[in-house]
């Protein structure tokens, strides 16, 4: 597939021209084998969980990477920390080559990339005190004997917001706020170079998400830490990030700054995600609804999950859906204000050129 990018024509998707983005992603497709069973005939087609995705973040910089539930996103997360393998492309994540990693990933790298999962009660062992639950990297990865760990583990907790008394107590003592904090004190042990953050605030009330999200700015700001923020919420995403990239269905269909990317999309999609944000002026709440009616052509297929088997992904559900979208996957155009989108409707039709979709009409 043919790229046009601001980095350079011919350059794939999430590209840098120099090479020295810290996380740097190229062509990555993540496939598992279909299951089935007898009343299905044996195994089913293979599932395509990411297809030929690229994507970078640069050092001490925050990248969104934001879509539905069954996008991909997830399990291209899981992909930098090689919870799974890639099946096409390529990971970089400085001198590492994570898909070259055979059956045990160097414990180097454990070290260099760490995650905060969406759900703390999950990801903490509820018969483990905290003060252990956070000293284990630290021994696992400094040697440090338990006097040093334990002072670690305090200036740890106390620089997410919580008290070193709080050593002693177990996870469920906790409030859902407080608990992801303790998750994010434990990501911080191992001082890595970057953090993937899988949802990490939508667990939480709305109070407690803006609460742990203005941790997380202020702990880049004292760690040096990248972060790659996996979410939904697209309200969520910009307000932390510099550059989003949208992903439907295991594609990417749109990258750039998040200023651009939120107020002049370029793709139908992030236009319907931006419609779904809530806002408390009645006017732009009518007007969000008649934008929902209008992209959501065909719920049938968002809700049973049927992706094309061709084309663009987004073709089925989308109102300017013209034939070539059905046909083939579109290429890359560079757009207007920064970044790229894959969307036929920039070279034929109405021709946007890397314009926002938010100029078009409904076809009658």
């Known amino acids: 597939m043919a790229h046009a990018t601001d980095a350079g024509a011919g350059a794939p998707a999430g590209a840098t021209p120099s090479g020295e983005a810290l996380l740097d992603i190229q062509h990555l ?22 297809v030929d995705a690229s994507l970078h973040v640069d050092d001490r910089e925050t990248v969104g990477l934001v879509g539905e539930s069954g996008s991909g996103k997830t399990t291209m997360g899981k992909g930098v920390l090689r919870f799974v393998r890639a099946s096409a492309g390529t990971i970089r994540l400085g001198a590492y080559d994570v898909t070259n990693f055979g059956r045990k990933v160097p414990r180097s790298y454990r070290r260099e990339v760490q995650v905060v999962f969406q759900d703390p009660v999950a990801s903490l062992n509820p018969s483990i005190i905290v003060g252990d639950l956070i000293g284990e990297p630290l021994k696992l990865h400094f040697g440090m004997g338990a006097a040093a760990r334990r002072r670690r583990a305090a200036e740890l907790l106390e620089q997410v917001g919580l008290a070193a008394h709080h050593l002693e107590r177990y996870p469920y003592e906790f409030s859902g706020g407080q608990r992801q904090r303790i998750a994010v004190a434990r990501a911080l042990a191992s001082e890595p170079q970057l953090i993937v953050l899988d949802e990490p605030v939508s667990a939480l009330d709305v109070s407690t998400q803006s609460q742990v999200i203005n941790l997380l700015e202020k702990l880049q700001g004292e760690t040096g830490a990248a972060y790659l923020l996996i979410a939904h919420d697209l309200a969520v995403v910009r307000h932390v990030s510099r550059r989003i990239y949208v992903m439907y269905r295991s594609r990417i269909v749109e990258e750039g700054p998040a200023d651009r990317v939120c107020e002049q999309p370029a793709h139908p999609y992030t236009e319907l995600l931006l419609a779904s944000i809530p806002d408390a002026d009645p006017v732009k709440q009518r007007a969000q609804r008649a934008l929902r009616q209008k992209l959501s052509v065909d719920q049938a297929a968002a809700v049973t ?21 059905r046909e083939q996957f ?5 757009v207007q204000g920064g970044g790229q989108v894959a969307c036929h409707l920039h070279t034929e039709g109405p021709t946007l050129a890397g314009g926002p979709v938010t100029s078009l009409s409904v076809p009658a």
């Open 305 to 325: 999950g049927e992706t094309p088997q061709q084309g663009c992904p987004f073709s089925n559900r989308c109102p300017y859906v013209m034939a070539s979208c």
């Open 29 to 50: 497709s993540i496939t598992f084998p279909g299951s089935g069973g007898l009343l299905a005939g044996g195994r089913g087609p293979d599932v395509r969980a990411v």
């Open 330 to 334: 579109p290429d890359w155009t560079a």
